[in-house]
């Protein structure tokens, strides 16, 4: 029950936070390039790859050092990545975009918004976990 609460509050966060973001940089579906929503996916995929290093190195140290319990590392996990990082990130709603661009005869722009969102969330997620390694 504890992890379920962990995902739910963690979820509701990154709900609002996409949200929010939403307001700050209107698009109109189909019209315009949905900059908001490369924006949440690029940060999500940061995020993550910082994220996921860091409990990855909690686990490793938790294995060479017996006395920890990984209910930090569970329950950052399921708040955190799981939760908020799974109510920010947007992956129907880039689908959605992508789709009403096709729709409208703008296969450029769809084009462009597939090829910005895979290559921009992979090179986050290798970014983040960079940042973190260079910071040991």
Request: hydrophobic residues 55%; glycine residues 12%.
């Amino acid at each position: 029950m504890r992890d379920a609460l962990l995902v739910a509050f963690g979820g509701s966060l990154g709900a609002l936070a996409r949200y929010g973001v939403g307001l700050a940089l209107p698009h109109t579906p189909g019209k315009h390039f949905p900059i908001a929503t490369l924006l949440v996916n690029v940060v999500g995929c940061l995020f993550i790859g910082m994220i996921g290093q860091l409990l990855q190195r909690f686990a490793a140290e938790a294995i060479v050092k017996p006395n920890g319990s990984g209910l930090l590392e569970t329950s950052l996990r399921h708040a955190v990545i799981v939760g908020f990082l799974g109510g920010l990130t947007t992956f129907s709603a880039f689908s959605w975009d992508t789709t009403r661009l096709l729709q409208d005869d703008r296969p450029l722009l769809a084009l462009a918004n597939i090829a910005a969102n895979l290559l921009a969330g992979l090179c986050a997620v290798w970014i983040g976990m960079m940042v973190v390694k260079l910071w040991s």
